[in-house]
């Protein structure tokens, strides 16, 4: 059947629009804008690489990429191995496994606000459930999780890996899926027990998936505005302000778009630079069947 | 194809024209059909303000008053993105802390002339105008009702104690015998259970400190952080009532924050509090507090001048393209006018004939507490407050509550900071904000 050469283009027209009008287009945008003193009143003035000087020589700004890195590193391994038990177990095909496949990703689906609000509770320094059980069993003086500086963007960091650790474990288990149950029955009748299974046919078998949800939970951390907003507005000081927290500060409270778009620009280097090395060191650690 | 291009251009330029034409129009004749948006930012009182607009309509049968109400969340966003794009509400909400970078941007109309001509200051709290709404002596908005911080205090806990209530013109050492006596370990375990004071870093509970002894956080003619030592003695009598006399929790113990302070009041963890009067609402009706009590203003220091209440306007603006500001100016004059009985219980009206009626004084008209709250008024015509460019940055504020100076003040009551740290920390973050702001 012949048809003519632009009719694949038209198949493709929509989602094109639609990631060259929301994705690139606000990208490339942004990036001029990064250049500009925008503050989305009045008309841009260029202004060169000042954004990017002011932000490169302060000392803030350095601490917020510290903690938008430490957010990641919790974050990420978190997901990367907490999701993969989940999945695990919930691969063993024992009976409820699809209710509990619900309840795991119950918080996934749940607005970020009530996840924050209802885990604020829980972290509460007075009347949270953590220290109320913390001083049942003995601890005189337990944490201000969330007014401490020292605790609040680890407990932030924890409760959003809570929460997306459902959507990580439904990807592992469709990669736990594509390993041939023949690989298993071969290692049973050749006496490997539960964990040397998952250690030498589990595990490296996964990698690529684990490889594809590490790329995917690294991008995840980096939108960490919503729970952060919910559970700390950033304090105490700026102990738990990240980078995207960072550029909603610029953007929407000072409304200096440029500035804005210069964060952005930076955020987006670090986080491309980071997947760069992932995928450079990825020969090391994923191995593929056949 | 040049068909097309000339038939597009063709379209284009009368377009232009007509535009052109536009801007050259006059004024719309008196009768003529006219349409105001309104943007306001409580959408609790979305049907007071209607109510308001529909009496005001059958007043202007010409005029149609679009009234949009926004979560206070979204409406500077919003705001912003119409200013932005030239498409600004016709007469909108305005805030002092947001006035100079709107005039900034030359995004606002300059109400000056016609505030001149049509306002006697005297029917007016006029302090709180200068201080709220003019910039370089021109005015951009007007205030359509006021509100200050004040000491909330339970009448209830202070004659179980037989601690006598706050008196007129109270100092320091009366209020720190006062939550002293207040401050209590009830169950005998050795840890307090019962606050004299709730205070951390939030402008509504702290400010007020410092403007009455005469203190000031700015230089204001450098526009530098640079704290006068009157200011300083209110910032180290604050530290000393978390961490000498031990009258005030550290905030982080009990996650003190613009909620959870009204909480350990309303739940009696602490006698007294301060905060903005428009949580007379809150206690009265929100969240009724079930033990009597009354309002305050916070004790005078040691170098107190006059009595300065820290307060701020909500405003009305109109916007630089205007299309028809004299009717948005005739529309915000009669928003104005309103009656008291519409307002929060704790905001006071700009108006002072209807601030001052029985309306607005509920104690006087119904019993219901506070029974001072017309100290307000006394405080009216000597408003003051931090306002600048960057404020919700350096004093720390909305998404950045916890950031600037808050930081500071916070980290200090918790005993983490020592006063000397503050005042380097402070000057080292503070000016580099403000240094950015008014570079």
Request: glycine share 6%; aromatic share 18%; net charge negative.
């Amino acid at each position: 059947m012949k048809y003519k050469w632009y009719v694949p283009y038209l198949f493709i027209l929509l989602a094109m629009i639609g990631l060259f009008v929301f994705r690139l287009g606000p990208l490339f945008f942004a990036g001029i804008m990064s250049f500009t003193d925008w503050s989305m009143f009045g008309s841009a003035g260029f202004v060169g690489l000042e954004n990017y000087a002011d932000f490169l020589g302060d000392e803030t700004f350095w601490k917020i990429v510290g903690h938008t890195l430490l957010f990641s590193l919790i974050f990420v391994p978190s997901i990367a191995f907490g999701s993969l038990i989940l999945a695990v177990l919930l691969n063993q095909g024992v009976k409820g496994t699809t209710a509990f496949r619900a309840m795991y990703f119950a918080p996934v689906i749940t607005s970020t606000v009530a996840v924050g609000i209802v885990w604020r509770w829980i972290f509460g320094a007075d009347v949270g459930m953590i220290n109320y059980l913390l001083r049942t069993i003995g601890f005189e003086s337990p944490p201000s999780w969330l007014s401490d500086r020292s605790f609040s963007l680890l407990v932030v960091s924890f409760v959003f890996a809570w929460k997306r650790l459902g959507y990580y474990m439904i990807i592992y288990l469709a990669g736990l899926q594509d390993i041939p149950k023949t690989l298993y029955e071969a290692a049973k009748i050749d006496g490997a027990g539960h964990f040397g299974i998952f250690r030498k046919i589990t595990l490296p078998l996964i990698t690529p998936t684990m490889f594809f949800i590490s790329i995917m939970a690294l991008v995840d951390s980096f939108k960490n505005f919503d729970i952060i907003y919910t559970m700390t507005r950033g304090g105490p000081g700026r102990a738990s302000t990240t980078m995207a927290y960072y550029i909603y500060q610029h953007a929407f409270e000072l409304f200096e778009m440029g500035a804005a778009s210069s964060l952005s620009m930076l955020l987006l280097l670090l986080v491309g630079g980071i997947a760069v090395l992932n995928f450079y060191y990825k020969s090391h650690w994923v191995e593929t069947q056949g | 194809m040049k068909k097309l291009l000339l038939f597009l251009v063709l379209i284009i330029s009368a377009g232009m024209l007509f535009a052109a034409g536009g801007k050259e129009a006059e004024a719309p004749a008196a009768d003529e059909p006219i349409v105001l948006e309104y943007w306001m930012w409580d959408p609790n009182f979305a049907e007071q303000e209607q109510a308001m607009i529909d009496e005001y309509e059958k007043l202007h049968p010409n005029v149609t008053v679009n009234l949009t109400a926004l979560d206070p969340k979204s409406y500077w966003t919003k705001l912003a993105a119409m200013a932005a794009s030239k498409q600004m509400p016709d007469v909108f909400n305005m805030h002092p802390n947001s006035v100079e970078d709107f005039v900034d941007q030359g995004a606002l109309y300059d109400l000056t002339d016609m505030v001149k001509n049509d306002f006697k200051k005297d029917d007016y709290f006029w302090s709180v105008m200068e201080s709220s709404f003019a910039v370089n002596d021109r005015y951009y908005s007007v205030p359509f009702a006021w509100v200050g911080s004040l000491l909330y205090y339970n009448k209830d806990m202070f004659d179980k104690y037989g601690v006598e209530y706050p008196s007129d013109g109270w100092g320091w050492d009366e209020f720190l015998e006062k939550a002293q006596a207040l401050t209590k370990d009830l169950d005998g375990d050795g840890k307090t259970d019962q606050w004299g004071y709730g205070v951390f870093s939030r402008y509504a509970v702290y400010d007020g400190w410092l403007l009455q002894n005469d203190g000031d956080y700015l230089n204001r003619e450098k526009l530098t952080w640079d704290p006068n030592d009157n200011a300083k003695e209110a910032i180290e009598f604050v530290y000393d009532l978390a961490n000498k006399y031990k009258v005030s929790p550290h905030p982080k113990d009990l996650d003190l924050d613009k909620k959870k302070i009204k909480l350990i009041f309303q739940q009696e963890q602490a006698a007294m509090i301060s905060e903005g009067s428009w949580n007379i609402k809150y206690m009265r009706e929100d969240m009724e507090a079930d033990f009597d009590w009354d309002v305050a203003y916070f004790p005078r220091g040691p170098h107190w001048k006059a009595d300065t209440m820290h307060a701020w306007a909500d405003g009305i603006a109109v916007p630089a393209t205007a299309k028809n500001p004299e009717a948005a100016w005739d529309f915000i004059k009669y928003v104005l006018q309103r009656p008291a009985a519409d307002y929060y219980p704790g905001k006071v009206p700009f108006y002072k004939a209807e601030a001052y009626s029985d309306e607005w004084d509920i104690f006087k008209s119904t019993g219901k507490p506070p029974e001072h709250k017309p100290i307000i008024l006394a405080y009216g015509d000597n408003a003051s407050h931090f306002y600048t460019k960057y404020w919700k940055f350096w004093r720390g504020y909305a998404s950045a509550e916890g950031a600037g100076i808050s930081e500071f003040i916070d980290a200090s009551l918790n005993g983490d900071m020592t006063m000397e740290e503050f005042y380097v920390e402070a000057d080292k973050e503070v000016n580099k904000m403000l240094d950015k702001a008014y570079r």
